[in-house]
Structure formats: C-alpha cells, structure tokens
C-alpha cells in the first residue's frame, strides 16, 4: 500500500550542490561548470574547483549512460594528524546538518595510528551519512500514514484481536522500511586515500538508483 504511494510520487535523488546526481555526464559536467568548475588540463571531463573551503577534483561516474555518482578528491595531500582532523571536520559538520542522518560517532580515536593502521591491517577510514527528503518531512508522513491506514477499514483498525493487531503492525513496519529504503538509496560518504606517504579526502555523492544491479549479467 504504502509502496505504491511512494512508487506513484516523483522519486528524489541524492543531490550535489542542489544539483540531482542523475541525467547524462555532458548534462552533469555544464551544471558543473555553471557552479564554478572547470575542465583539468589534462582531461576536460574531469573538473577542478572549490567545494567546502577545500580545492577539489570532480569526477562524474556513469553506468548505462546515466550518472550514478558524484566523486570529489583533495587537490592537496596531507600529513597524518592534519588528515585526522579533516575526517573528524566532515563526520561533525555533516552529523550537524538537519540535511542528513548520520551519527557523529564515526569520528577517528586520537590513538588511532593511520598509517599504521592503513599499511598494516589495511583498516578503511570511511564515514557513511544519508540525504533526508521530503518523505521525512512532518506534512510528508503524516500524508503517509494516512495512506497507509486507508487500506484498512474502521473495524480493522479498531479491532482488538492480536490478529488484527499484528496485520496492523507489519503493515507499519513494511510502511517504515519502504521510506528508510528511499533514504538508503541516497548515501553520501568518504574515506581517507593515501599516495607516497599522504593522505586526502574521497567524498562520494551516491545515487543507488542508476547504479548497476545486474541488469546487463
């Protein structure tokens, strides 16, 4: 029930810079540059700018000839405890932002040895958050769960019997999965990469809906 109301609805999509990760890469990479980015020297596809006080490369990801991703890369390597600092900045600001959901307690340990721990036990620094649509807003929900109780009649609802109240409830459970599947499906998340000793930022602006699902197996 809930499903098809969702279905029915235009579907969103993760957003970079207010601009939806999806249509074609010629579309993506003019929207670009209308932000402010510009082709690199050594490939015009790959673009080069400024994005959260940082210089960034931006590289736009396809699959069938649609975008699925948006990936950001630091122009400039750092040290160890500098590229600590920067990971724990991002987990913070974006734990902050009513935009996303996220905890903050991904942030790195101050005993933690990167390099130690990258070279050695090849730990991955990563941190994951999701976009927030407007499914999660108060008008959106309550304009849900009024579609979701519209498939059951007065008595249902009313009805008292554990039968009736179980039906009841695994209605609202597929109802609560259904809308934390359109968040999953915009993730936004970054790790820590490292060349000759330093390290940079990775960010990833994920569309889980043009990504590749086995349609071409």
Known sequence: ????????????????????????KSEMIQKL????????????????????????????VTNNR??????????????EADIKIRFNNLVRQFANNPNYAGSDEQVIPDDDDISYEMSVN???YEAVFYQVGSEFSDSSMTEKAQSLLAGFSREEIQDSTPEAKEKLEQAKYRGLLELLSLRLNRPVWFLISESYGKYYICMFYDNEYNKADGEDL
Do not use: S, W
């Open 1 to 24: 029930m809930l499903g098809l109301v969702c279905a029915a609805q235009e579907r969103e999509v993760t957003k970079f810079l207010g601009i939806p990760v999806d249509g074609t």
């Open 33 to 60: 540059k209308a932000k402010g980015f510009t082709p690199t020297k050594a490939d015009r596809n790959i673009l080069e700018g400024e994005f959260n006080g940082r210089d960034v490369y931006v590289h736009v």
């Open 122 to 124: 090849n730990k991955r």
């Open 66 to 79: 649609k975008v699925c991703r948006i990936m950001l890369a630091d122009v400039n390597n750092v040290g």
